[in-house]
């Protein structure tokens, strides 16, 4: 009878295929797999910050503008960025610990340090003070909308562990979240001092 048919279970629960590998513990093999994507996802990155820093040299050669303002756009979204390397680990070896509160709270810190460092960076962009059709102006102004862009994808990649973490998807047996965030957090820092350092100071 129609009314004594069992629903198909995907149906009865439809995020239960979703939820499945969040929630049990990863084997060795899909873990080293998730790794395996995070790696290509961050090699995938470091394509074009490494065209932007060639082209950088490829344009304008060392010329640095003079009277270019070291603090905005440079010194601080990268303080900014770097300090929260240490804070991305640290919501990492809490989730391991089974701090939930601690990897919420840390992850929440690089969130806010996310922010500050896009509003910066976006002051920056929109106030440069020099030609931006000039060769050193243009590729500025295209190595800052990377920053921008990659800094963007970061903090939401750390919003969406924090809510992930919140809806009980996050757990010690479950540490590749936290972990791949830290990762993508870890090489936008790395990538952006390289620019930094190419605009900027070299």
């Given at each position: 009878?129609?009314?004594?048919?069992?629903?198909?279970?995907?149906?009865?629960?439809?995020?239960?295929?979703?939820?499945?590998?969040?929630?049990?513990?990863?084997?060795?093999?899909?873990l080293?797999?998730?790794?395996?994507?995070?790696?290509?996802f961050?090699?995938?990155?470091?394509?074009?910050?490494?065209?932007?820093?060639?082209?950088r040299w490829?344009?304008?050669?060392?010329?640095?503008?003079?009277?270019m303002?070291?603090?905005?756009?440079?010194?601080?979204?990268t303080?900014?960025?770097?300090?929260?390397?240490l804070?991305?680990?640290?919501g990492?070896?809490?989730?391991?610990?089974g701090?939930?509160?601690?990897?919420?709270?840390?992850?929440?810190?690089?969130?806010?340090?996310?922010?500050?460092a896009?509003?910066?960076?976006?002051?920056a962009?929109?106030?440069?003070?020099?030609n931006?059709?000039?060769?050193?102006?243009?590729?500025?102004?295209?190595?800052?909308?990377?920053?921008?862009?990659y800094?963007?994808v970061?903090t939401?990649?750390?919003?969406?562990?924090?809510?992930r973490?919140?809806?009980?998807l996050?757990?010690?047996?479950?540490p590749?979240?936290?972990?791949?965030?830290a990762?993508?957090?870890?090489?936008?820092?790395?990538?952006?001092?390289?620019?930094?350092?190419?605009?900027?100071?070299?």
């Open positions: 009878m129609a009314g004594n048919e069992q629903k198909h279970p995907f149906e009865a629960e439809p995020w239960t295929i979703i939820r499945r590998p969040a929630i049990s513990e990863l084997t060795p093999r899909e080293r797999l998730g790794r395996f994507g995070a790696a290509l961050v090699i995938s990155q470091a394509i074009p910050y490494f065209v932007l820093v060639n082209v490829m344009l304008a050669g060392s010329y640095i503008p003079a009277g303002n070291q603090w905005v756009g440079g010194l601080l979204p303080i900014l960025l770097v300090v929260g390397i804070f991305a680990w640290l990492v070896h809490a989730n391991l610990e701090r939930k509160g601690a990897l919420q709270g840390w992850f929440t810190v690089n969130v806010l340090l996310g922010v500050a896009i509003v910066i960076l976006l002051v962009l929109t106030t440069y003070p020099f931006t059709l000039s060769h050193y102006g243009s590729i500025y102004v295209t190595c800052l909308g990377t920053a921008v862009f800094t963007i970061s939401i990649v750390m919003l969406g562990v924090i809510f973490s919140a809806a009980g996050v757990s010690p047996r479950t590749y979240g936290p972990e791949s965030a990762v993508t957090w870890t090489f936008n820092a790395v990538a952006w001092f390289a620019l930094y350092l190419a605009l900027y100071v070299i």
